[in-house]
């Protein structure tokens, strides 16, 4: 790429491809564009502190500079432990780049809000939940994400997590 871009800059006739390889490129159907971004990650648990320290853990094991889009959405408004169904809201529109956003839940009413949130609708974004344990979930999501996969491979990794064993 270096070497090219250095041709082009002194003599583009260097690098212009044969006649055969441009009829070629103009015969070729259009691809449909890819939507820019990448999938988003959001944690909803009842503790603000667990969805937070989850996101920056997730973070922080990507491994690179440039993680995927992840958001907390833990506790009430005021602080306290429970699930808020606007900061979850909040959070979806926070991390959506057009590629889909997978929502980890850690138990009982983070789930049954999330669900609740899924059947109104998030403005035309792909939000689906993700089955798959809060911590190990997250963090294969988020690098999955941050690697460029599609929906269905952050979901498929999150998933993978379950059968992690310890020992």
Request: charged fraction near 20%; hydrophobic fraction near 50%.
């Amino acid at each position: 790429m270096l070497v090219t871009a250095l041709y082009e800059a002194t003599d583009p006739e260097l690098c212009a491809a044969p006649p055969e390889r441009e009829a070629e490129a103009a015969e070729a159907p259009a691809q449909a564009a890819e939507p820019a971004g990448r999938v988003g990650i959001v944690l909803v648990s009842h503790s603000r502190d667990v969805a937070a320290s989850t996101a920056e853990l997730a973070k922080a094991l990507v491994g690179t500079g440039d993680p995927a889009p992840a958001a907390p959405a833990g506790g009430l408004p005021d602080g306290s432990v429970g699930t808020s169904a606007d900061l979850v809201r909040r959070a979806v529109g926070a991390v959506d780049q057009g590629r889909g956003v997978a929502v980890f839940c850690d138990m009982g009413s983070a789930v049954l809000t999330v669900k609740a949130l899924l059947a109104e609708g998030f403005g035309g974004a792909d939000v689906r939940i993700a089955d798959a344990p809060f911590v190990e979930g997250a963090v294969s999501a988020l690098v999955t994400a941050s690697a460029g996969g599609d929906l269905a491979a952050v979901l498929a990794a999150a998933d993978d997590a379950r059968a992690y064993r310890k020992l």
